[in-house]
């Protein structure tokens, strides 16, 4: 059958089934514990110290959670900057997980923040701190939630049927589209900087002043991934053919391939240029963890190593997986594994800390279920009128 028309549809169905409702009831746990969190304070929830003014929750919301949130981000840099319109039934999922991906980060920074009743202060022109990386991570990433919702708004009109406002925003749709490549171009490169003015206290292994591109390309080549590990996945809950997205998630692979080896390149030539190849086996479990980091970036390169085997979904759902894990790890490492307070302190994350940061990860699969069944998230494929025509008479 040659051919396809394609449009935006709901996929339709219950909302209610063993998986939402197993995501309701980690949601639910996790608001329990942030409000003890916000009446009680940090301590009453977490194990932050003086010594670690930062633990899971910012490493895992902000840093993690944003970078597989780059979804939409690395899609429009592809579709609109580099005009690839064939990726295009790609953008609107990958958008819509950046949104809560995002949103859900931006909501939980306010629980991490000490004096939480003061986070107003950062809209305010007597309290900006214009020469802080975190102002400008802030500010960057809360804009960026404002233009990631103006991006998905097509959808929310759509379903609505409030077509005629729908033909107004997208006069000024390709505004958002350019502020939706600049503003995470800049935070997610920030978030590298806030390593880099740590200096010493992060170790050799990772602290470089390369860190902002390092953590750009990796956060780019995530978002790729989690487009990728987000149609597999979607195959089978929402039982829907991928079938017409497999060149496209193909192609991906070998962007994603190419990324990876410059990636790798960049990394180890920036710890020969400072002459830290050697811990990368003298550092304890620090050198384990960079081992294991590194394995998991290397793995797709292998994976997705010939177009037979990006063509295969076991291969495109192993490699994607693993570069997934791979940034994650490499974030987590960078921020807390590297991170080198002083003696006398240590952190590792309470139970309820991770009963949080789960709970956030339940809400964002449920408010993506949420959506793709009742607004037009997905494309689907169907026969034009002329080709059923032509297929009934054949």
Partial sequence: MAGFHNEHEPLGGSILSKTTIICGILAFIAVVLLAKRMVLGLGSVTNLNNGYPWGLWIVYDVVIGTAFACGGYAMAVLTYIL???????????ALL???????????SIIFDLGRWWNAWHILVPGYM?????????????MAYILVLWVEFAPAILTRFKLLHLRKKLDKVLFVFIALGVL?????????????VVMGYQIHELWQTPILPLLFLMSAITMGFSIVVFEALLGSGGFQRSVKHEMPQLG?????????????????????????????????????????????LF??????????QKRASKKFLWIGACCLLLA????????FLVAYQTGAGW????????????????????????????????FYTHKLTPAELAAAHTK
Avoid at 129 to 141: D, G, H, I, K, P
């Fill in 183 to 195: 503003l995470p171009s800049m935070h997610q490169s920030s978030l590298g900087t806030l390593l």
């Fill in 298 to 307: 290397a793995t797709p390169v292998v994976l997705f190593s010939s177009a």
């Fill in 346 to 377: 240590s952190y590792f994350p309470s139970v309820q800390e991770l009963l949080v940061t789960i709970g956030i990860i339940a809400a964002e699969i449920l408010l993506y279920i949420v959506f793709v069944r009742k607004f037009p998230v």
């Fill in 97 to 107: 997980a950046s949104c809560f991906g995002y949103t859900l980060g931006g909501i």
């Fill in 251 to 295: 192609k991906l692979a070998a962007i994603i391939r190419t990324m990876m080896i410059v990636y790798l390149v960049v990394r180890f030539g920036d710890l020969a240029v400072r002459g830290a190849l050697g811990a990368i086996f003298s550092s304890g479990i620090k050198s384990v963890m960079f081992l294991i980091e590194i394995a």
């Fill in 129 to 141: 701190q214009t020469n802080s990386v975190m102002f400008e991570v802030a500010l960057c990433v």
């Fill in 327 to 334: 940034g994650a790890l490499y974030r987590l490492d960078a």
């Fill in 83 to 93: 005009n690839k319109g064939e990726y295009h039934p790609l953008v609107r999922p």
